[in-house]
């Protein structure tokens, strides 16, 4: 079945570090993915997406770009801030129906 | 600011009572879902509304019982619930068909006494 493997955290970087949260999966067929990112006492916010191989999604200074050859999907940012401390979630929308398959998550923690 | 809208934000309730979750959606999606998240772990699904139907139900113990209402509205009705079922209540919508992204509320924190 599908699966997403994330990176184990906590990641601690220190405030304009770069970051990268590794991100592979196992799929049938050519699924989306997105990375989806939970600050304290909130919801799920997604982040960025991608729906097809070679596929860069961006938002905020966030990029993962869709590798069908390598099975990932990695988070990358260039200079990390405190505000970006959160967890982060790789996930994978399924080709038939409506669902999604959510990595462990990945905690980030970026000190001052 | 999320555009989905959850109430209450916090819910203490005993093992006896009886109480309901809402989510509110004005996006137009017509695919709506109910997840369970436990600290520092991923969601978990538990129930999938399509165009105000339910399409899929993860094996949910019958103590939660969703209703949608409308295109807009999802509640889940709440009884006699049992101490590990304390968690986050998470509410998404999303369009219908493949890959599109789930916008999620802030969540119900539930506590059960």
């Known amino acids: 079945g599908n699966s997403v493997t994330q990176m184990e955290g906590p990641v601690t970087l220190s405030e304009k570090a770069f970051l990268t949260i590794n991100c592979t999966y196992t799929a049938t067929g050519y699924p989306s993915l997105f990375w989806y990112v939970q600050y304290p006492g909130e919801g799920l916010q997604l982040l960025l997406k991608?729906?097809?191989?070679?596929d860069k999604g961006s938002n905020k200074g966030f990029e993962a770009t869709y590798r069908k050859e390598t099975t990932s999907f990695h988070l990358e940012k260039g200079s990390v801030q405190v505000s970006d401390s959160a967890v982060y979630f790789c996930?994978?929308?399924?080709?038939?129906?409506?669902?999604?398959?959510f990595g462990a998550g990945t905690i980030l923690r970026v000190k001052s | 600011d999320t555009e989905v809208t959850q109430t209450p934000k916090h819910l203490v309730m005993g093992m006896t009572n009886k109480k309901s979750l809402k989510c509110e959606q004005h996006m137009g999606h017509r695919a709506m879902y109910w997840y369970k998240q436990k600290a520092k772990k991923p969601p978990e699904l538990m129930f999938v509304y399509s165009y105000e139907k339910l399409s899929i139900n993860e094996s949910v113990p019958s103590r939660f019982s969703p209703e949608c209402p409308n295109s807009s509205l999802l509640n889940l009705h709440l009884h006699a619930l049992q101490p590990e079922d304390s968690a986050l209540y998470l509410c998404?919508?999303?369009?219908?068909?493949?890959?599109?992204?789930?916008?999620f509320g802030d969540g119900t924190r539930l506590s059960i006494l």
């Open positions: 996930a994978l929308g399924s080709e038939y129906g409506n669902k999604l398959v």
């Open positions: 998404a919508s999303s369009q219908q068909g493949m890959g599109q992204p789930q916008h």
């Open positions: 991608a729906t097809k191989a070679d």
